[in-house]
């Protein structure tokens, strides 16, 4: 793993942050400056046809890390934007009362671009946030025939759980409930097979486990309900051909890029393509399995603070960790040493990632177990 940890560039300090943004890797600068600035820079013709190899690179890269067919995903500026898209590209979810189920703990952002993206007249279902999540029963009770959509996230950011994603979507595809699947919080940390586990459609984003920075978003379209999807917030490049330039004539593109819009940015695909071959590479199997060790390091030594999941088939790749009258004291102390954590509602989230190595939990254990001995 040191070998893999050279591969990034690393402050001073020990990083467990990765659920919210991943360290870049050392060579993300000058491949930036090759792929983006280089054609911009230095050469004598119109950069756009360089530029939208970086696209292709994007889509490719995202294909080999998800095992999916490249021209089923569609950059996107942010995962908000991606589901209002998709939800209001649906006839079926915008012409009667429809049902969307999710879960209390979900990302706020989802529920507030279901929300607004759905008829006024629409229900939005909550699976309570004292139930358990990652209970297939739970799913089971709620995921009814009543219910039109259903929106899953593969791992929850504040609890450091995992849904049972592939019961839950073989359900909902049983009863003929449309799906969306949130991997925002676990791809490249959480191993998925789109041929396995074939939701109806995917959003994630490239800043958090991928290590790719902010604005390279993404959403995937299961080729079964491509043909259904009519976007609303079109442009010229969510054309069939376009460079036609008939203001009177627009046809949707086939694959997914039909979701895409009008001129789009490039320079966050062209830091996370980079980052997200890395990782395809690599394999996202190597950093659950480093990433899990790391966790039962610290569950074997700080077990009565972890609030988060001990089973592995139920955590995510981030341990939610709860010291009570003590909390802000050893806040202080990881500060004191230079290990970054961070906080919400539930605890401390600590993410060990491939940069991280068992002396930085070590470190961490000993600050802890220095103010609650």
């Not at 990083?15 to 050392?26: A, E, I, N, T």
């Not at 890269?61 to 649906?90: D, R, W, Y």
């Not at 979507?169 to 969306?180: H, K, T």
Request: with cysteine.
């Amino acid at each position: 793993m040191d070998e893999l940890r050279n591969d990034f560039a690393l402050a001073d300090t020990t990083y467990f942050l990765s659920h919210s943004v991943g360290r870049p890797l050392k060579s993300a600068e000058l491949a930036f400056k090759e792929s983006f600035l280089s054609p911009w820079q230095h050469s004598g013709l119109e950069p756009w046809g360089e530029w939208l190899t970086i696209i292709e690179k994007f889509q490719s890269s995202l294909g080999l890390l998800f095992n999916a067919h490249s021209a089923e995903f569609c950059p996107q500026t942010n995962l908000s934007s991606a589901l209002t898209k998709i939800v209001m590209s649906l006839e079926a979810l915008q012409k009667k009362k429809v049902v969307v189920l999710m879960s209390e703990i979900d990302f706020p952002s989802m529920g507030y671009a279901l929300k607004k993206s759905l008829p006024s007249c629409a229900e939005l279902r909550f699976i309570d946030k004292d139930l358990d999540i990652t209970d297939q029963a739970v799913w089971e009770r709620h995921l009814t025939n009543e219910i039109d959509l259903v929106f899953v996230s593969n791992a929850y950011s504040n609890t450091g759980q995992l849904a049972p994603v592939e019961t839950i979507i073989n359900r909902a595809r049983g009863l003929g409930v449309i799906s969306i699947l949130d991997v925002a919080q676990s791809a490249g940390i959480i191993p998925l097979d789109l041929k396995v586990v074939e939701p109806d459609f995917m959003i994630g984003s490239s800043v958090k486990w991928l290590c790719g920075g902010p604005g390279a978003a993404y959403l995937w379209v299961n080729s079964n309900i491509i043909e259904q999807c009519q976007p609303r917030d079109v442009g010229w490049f969510s054309h069939e051909n376009p460079f036609e330039f008939d203001v009177h004539s627009f046809r949707y593109h086939p694959s997914a890029i039909k979701f895409w819009g009008g001129t789009p940015s490039v320079a966050p695909y062209a830091f996370a393509s980079h980052s997200i071959n890395y990782f395809a590479q690599i394999g996202s199997q190597m950093l659950r399995t480093h990433n899990q060790e790391m966790i039962d390091k610290l569950i074997n030594s700080l077990a009565p603070f972890v609030a988060s999941p001990f089973a592995p088939l139920k955590r995510s790749g981030t341990v939610i960790m709860h010291f009570g009258k003590d909390q802000e004291k050893i806040k202080a102390a990881l500060t004191r040493a230079k290990i970054s954590v961070d906080e919400r509602i539930n605890g401390m989230r600590v993410s060990a990632h491939i940069y991280n190595d068992s002396d930085e939990i070590d470190k961490l254990i000993e600050e802890v177990q220095n103010i609650i001995k």
